[in-house]
């Protein structure tokens, strides 16, 4: 995946988990995961990110959502769930399709 796509769907996940402030979270996590500063980020959008990169990323990403237990539990479940009844790698799209 590309930096900018990432950055989007990384937003709008944390966005639907009522984070105000998910664009500037999605940057700095994906920073973090590829261990780029975030000016790298905004001047490099088409770069390509490894697949290790991104399941970072998406480990980033679900820690920063609702950190009750409950939650939690519930998403990691519903995604767990769709992951195997569509026999598909845990992915950002993936996840993207369940919220």
């Not at 664009?23 to 500063?37: T, V």
């Not at 905004?42 to 609702?66: G, H, M």
């Not at 195997?84 to 369940?98: A, F, G, M, N």
Request: avoid cysteine.
């Amino acid at each position: 995946m590309i930096i900018n796509s990432l950055i989007r769907q990384g937003s709008k996940i944390l966005k639907k988990q009522n984070i105000d402030s998910h664009q500037i979270d999605a940057e700095l996590l994906l920073s973090k995961a590829i261990r780029k500063d975030r000016v790298f980020l905004l001047t490099n959008d088409e770069y390509k990110i490894s697949q290790k990169e991104t399941s970072d990323y998406l480990n980033f990403i679900l820690r920063r959502v609702n950190r009750s237990y409950k939650k939690i539990f519930l998403l990691i479940e519903k995604i767990d769930r769709l992951s195997l009844e569509q026999k598909r790698q845990l992915t950002i799209p993936l996840i993207k399709e369940l919220i």
